[in-house]
Every structure is written in structure tokens, then in C-alpha cells.
């Protein structure tokens, strides 16, 4: 199973949410997708969804999912890492009004150098992303944890 989460932000994920809701439409994604649409507009059509899930869901969602595909929350990031799941992140940008500015987009290029996750920073490369995070192996999640969180701490801390 495939987990989609965009976050809690107040701004919609839309771009996200239709992408891999027509990649499921097309036959590209052929497994099980859930996704948490936060505020998002768009509806899927061809994969299961709701807006919001309780933490107790959410963690449930987390342990079955094989890949994670999420905006580039470093919670929910670091979250899946470690439970040792492929993540796939896709940030939210500022030029499609889905944040106020593109730290997201930073923290997915400083993460992704290290190989601890794929990155995929526009929707139209998502299929590509799926197929190397399905073919990949990320070994270094479980070895690296360390250093993966105080990179991510350092970099939070320019903000």
C-alpha cells in the first residue's frame, strides 16, 4: 500500500493529490493508494482518501505502507524514517500558492544528498520516483538516523 499524506497546513496540496490520483487512474500505480487530503480541493476518483485521520489511523497507515509519499513536512518525514519506509517527498511551493515560501524544497534537496529518501520536486516526475523508490534499497535509514536528525535540526535552525 501506497500512504499520501500532505500534512495539516491550511493551504491545499492539490497538485499532489490529482497526480498520483491519475497515476492510479492510468494502471502506473497498481497497489493500494490511501490519502490524507488535508485542505485540499481536488477529490480522488480512483484511490481512497479522507481529509484528516486520527493520530491512532495515521500511525496504522504509516506501518502498512511500503512507500510514503509526503509534502516535505520534516515531521512527517523523519516520522516515516523511522519506521524504515521509502519516502517519496514532493514539496509544496510558494509559485503554486501552496506555502508561503519554499523551505520545503530546501529541506527535500539537503535530505535527498544524503540518500536517505527520494526526492521528486515536481509532480510530473512522480511515476519516475515511484519506480526508483520501488527499486532502490535504503539501508542507510536505519544506520544513519543520527545523523539524519541533526541534519535536520541544523537545518531547522536557519530558519
Given at each position: 500500500?501506497?500512504?499520501?499524506?500532505?500534512?495539516?497546513?491550511?493551504?491545499?496540496?492539490?497538485?499532489?493529490?490529482?497526480?498520483?490520483?491519475?497515476?492510479?487512474?492510468?494502471?502506473?500505480?497498481?497497489?493500494?493508494?490511501?490519502?490524507?487530503?488535508?485542505?485540499?480541493?481536488?477529490?480522488?476518483?480512483?484511490?481512497?482518501?479522507?481529509?484528516?485521520?486520527?493520530r491512532?489511523?495515521?500511525?496504522?497507515?504509516l506501518?502498512?505502507?511500503?512507500?510514503?509519499?509526503?509534502?516535505?513536512?520534516?515531521?512527517?518525514i523523519?516520522?516515516?524514517?523511522?519506521?524504515?519506509?521509502k519516502?517519496?517527498?514532493?514539496?509544496?511551493?510558494?509559485?503554486?500558492?501552496?506555502?508561503?515560501?519554499?523551505?520545503q524544497?530546501?529541506?527535500?534537496?539537503a535530505?535527498?544528498?544524503?540518500?536517505?529518501?527520494?526526492?521528486?520536486?515536481?509532480?510530473?516526475?512522480?511515476?519516475?520516483?515511484?519506480?526508483?523508490?520501488?527499486?532502490?534499497?535504503?539501508?542507510?535509514?536505519?544506520?544513519?538516523?543520527?545523523?539524519?536528525?541533526?541534519?535536520?535540526e541544523?537545518?531547522l535552525?536557519?530558519?
Amino acid at each position: 500500500m501506497i500512504f499520501v499524506t500532505v500534512g495539516s497546513q491550511k493551504f491545499p496540496f492539490d497538485r499532489l493529490v490529482q497526480r498520483v490520483d491519475e497515476l492510479a487512474g492510468e494502471g502506473i500505480i497498481r497497489e493500494e493508494v490511501i490519502i490524507q487530503t488535508g485542505a485540499c480541493r481536488y477529490r480522488p476518483r480512483h484511490c481512497r482518501y479522507q481529509a484528516y485521520f486520527d493520530r491512532e489511523r495515521f500511525e496504522e497507515l504509516l506501518e502498512r505502507c511500503s512507500i510514503v509519499i509526503t509534502h516535505g513536512g520534516a515531521g512527517t518525514i523523519v516520522t516515516a524514517l523511522r519506521r524504515q519506509k521509502k519516502v517519496i517527498v514532493v514539496p509544496r511551493l510558494a509559485r503554486y500558492g501552496e506555502h508561503v515560501d519554499d523551505h520545503q524544497l530546501q529541506l527535500m534537496e539537503a535530505l535527498g544528498k544524503q540518500g536517505q529518501l527520494c526526492p521528486c520536486p515536481e509532480t510530473g516526475r512522480l511515476a519516475e520516483a515511484l519506480e526508483e523508490a520501488g527499486s532502490r534499497s535504503y539501508n542507510g535509514f536505519r544506520s544513519n538516523t543520527e545523523g539524519f536528525l541533526a541534519s535536520v535540526e541544523e537545518y531547522l535552525s536557519t530558519l
